[in-house]
């Protein structure tokens, strides 16, 4: 199975905030690579797919990089509602693999 | 507007069988792959298996801890999915989260359920 590391697991910033979240897979997955957000008590929502493109209604703050192993995301001017945790996953092999999360939090 | 909408649970005792379902609107369900995701408490998610379109034969595969004990079902006619879950154990508990790719694996997961609460207790 692929492998899918996220870091940090956890960061604090402030509203305007850039942050950037790191995705690693155990071995290459192309551009196969999704990112979601999750809110406490919520189910998550899709945000990138193709490592980079924007699903509908995703603000233009929110930007998707790489390919191969190592994925990004970037957050560049953080907003209330960005407060979340943030899951990579890879879909280029089954079984679906899921990085372990990234909770950002307010500082 | 895409709906999916879980239904079943929450108690089952160790051992015991337990089906979910999700009944999905507002896409062509018979040409989207449907997968199931779960979350244990306070924990990630973990991707549980698919199911592809009939047309491509109603294909199934599964996550390691499930594959041997869970099965996926779909009903195109009724825009139905299902995942029968066998011999459970507290592993088990988890919100499970119906999952639609209307763009056979092109846009990842893009669309989500709610989720519904499985616990798995005496």
């Known amino acids: 199975d692929i492998q899918m590391t996220q870091s940090p697991s956890s960061v604090s910033a402030s509203v305007g905030d850039r942050v950037t979240i790191t995705c690693r897979a155990s071995q290459s997955i192309s551009s196969w690579l999704a990112w979601y957000q999750q809110k406490p008590d919520r189910a998550p929502k899709s945000l990138i797919y193709?490592?980079?493109n924007l699903q509908s209604g995703v603000p233009s703050r929110f930007r998707g990089n790489g390919s191969g192993t190592d994925f990004t995301l970037t957050i560049s001017s953080l907003q209330p509602e960005d407060f979340a945790t943030y899951y990579c996953?890879?879909?280029?092999?089954?079984?679906?693999?899921f990085g372990g999360g990234t909770k950002v939090e307010i500082k | 507007e895409v709906q999916l909408v879980e239904s079943g649970g929450p108690f089952v005792p160790p051992g015991g069988s337990l089906r979910v379902s999700c009944a999905a609107s507002g896409f062509t369900f018979k040409n989207a792959w449907m997968s199931w995701v779960r979350q244990a408490p306070g924990k990630g998610l973990e991707w549980v298996g698919r199911i592809k379109t009939n047309t491509e034969g109603g294909a199934t595969d599964f996550a390691a801890p499930v594959r041997d004990r869970f099965s996926i079902l779909r009903d195109d006619s009724e825009n139905m999915l299902y995942l029968q879950m066998n011999s459970l154990t507290s592993e088990d508990t988890a919100v499970y989260y119906c999952t639609a790719e209307p763009s056979r694996g092109w846009y990842g997961l893009d669309k989500w359920g709610q989720g519904t609460m499985v616990i798995v207790s005496s």
């Open positions: 193709i490592a980079s």
């Open positions: 996953q890879q879909y280029n092999t089954s079984p679906l693999t």
